[in-house]
Nanobody, 115 residues
Framework: QVQLEESGGGSVQTGGSLSLSCQASGSFDSSSVMGWFRQAPGNEREWVGHIVESGRTNFRDNVRGRFTISRNVARNTITLQMDNLKPEDTAVYYC?????????WGKGTLVTVSS
């Protein structure tokens, strides 16, 4: 079983920055993919970005250039750095890990961006 614990989030004004972290524990392999999704009120959950074993990252178009993901392999942690935040980034952000064909989710953390 895999557990994901998210931290960070909170409230910030437009143009500000926030950092979210997700630490994984349990049994998973080194080739697992970790990433972030978000869900705004009234919307479906959407993919934000992910990082693979090689360290390569990919992001949805409307956050590319503003968001980055880094990985600390020793601590089984990924960090989502969000810069130049916009009100449309307001959402609950969820960490996800995919390993051995299984998907695991964190409980989510709220990010609020005010104009």
């Amino acid at each position: 079983q895999v557990q994901l614990e998210e931290s960070g989030g909170g409230s910030v004004q437009t143009g500000g920055s926030l950092s979210l972290s997700c630490q994984a524990s349990g049994s998973f392999d080194s080739s697992s993919v970790m990433g972030w999704f978000r869900q705004a009120p009234g919307n479906e959950r959407e993919w934000v970005g992910h990082i693979v074993e090689s360290g390569r990252t990919n992001f949805r178009d409307n956050v590319r250039g503003r968001f980055t993901i880094s990985r600390n392999v020793a601590r089984n942690t990924i960090t989502l750095q969000m810069d130049n935040l916009k009100p449309e980034d307001t959402a609950v952000y969820y960490c996800k890990l995919v390993s051995r064909g299984m998907e695991y989710w964190g409980k989510g953390t709220l990010v609020t961006v005010s104009s």
